[in-house]
């Protein structure tokens, strides 16, 4: 089955055009004009990624995108018309994976695209002649073959992003990474306010981290550095 792509946004016009470069690429496009209408669609359609806008009609993007991290962890790229950096964290802080501000390029958001794709293709291909390369920290176990973070056998849902920082920093004990490198590693990507993408992140992880550990803390805030996680 190909790849299928659902483009929410109550602009027409800006739906339109992420249409058209996106189809050139070979996605298959599903569109939606609402919130409402966005989940109906990916529960009848089960589209590989969405394009989702915040501002809307009836269901905002954050809802939406609570609403789709309840059960899928697909790819999530947001979009807004506000610049404000609350909105950002907002954004991200509800489960999207990237975040971009219109007006945008459209080669920029392809590029985007691809990479969020390429990501979650990773993390859903499994070789069966690959290694069992767990990490054990304690009780957490993060496994790179299947993606999965577990503790006691318990499965934690993390986002494909979420997944490779976590994996990043456990694969490294002690040592600390700035919040750039973690932004060049993982998203393959250099921006001038990747602090805050890393933030919202780390936040995100820790919080999932900490429920399932009763507390226990696992990624380490080195101020001025970076973070780090200590075996």
Sequence with gaps: ????????????????????????EGYTIHMAFDGEEALEIVHREQPTMMILDIMMPRMDGMEVCKCIRESSDMPILMLSAKAEDMDKIMGLMTGADDYMIKPFNPLELVARVKAL????????????????????????EINKKNHTVTVDGNRIKLTSIEFEILYLLASHPGRVFSSEEIFELVWKDVVCDSNKTVMVHISNIREKLEKALNGEKIIHTVWGVGYKIEK
């Design 117 to 140: 794709l390429r990501r979650s293709n990773m993390q859903r291909v499994s070789n069966p002649v690959v290694e069992d390369t767990s990490i054990y920290i304690n009780s957490l």
């Design 1 to 24: 089955m190909g790849t299928s792509i659902l483009i929410v946004d109550d602009e027409k016009e800006i739906g339109q055009l992420i249409s058209l470069y996106l189809r050139n």
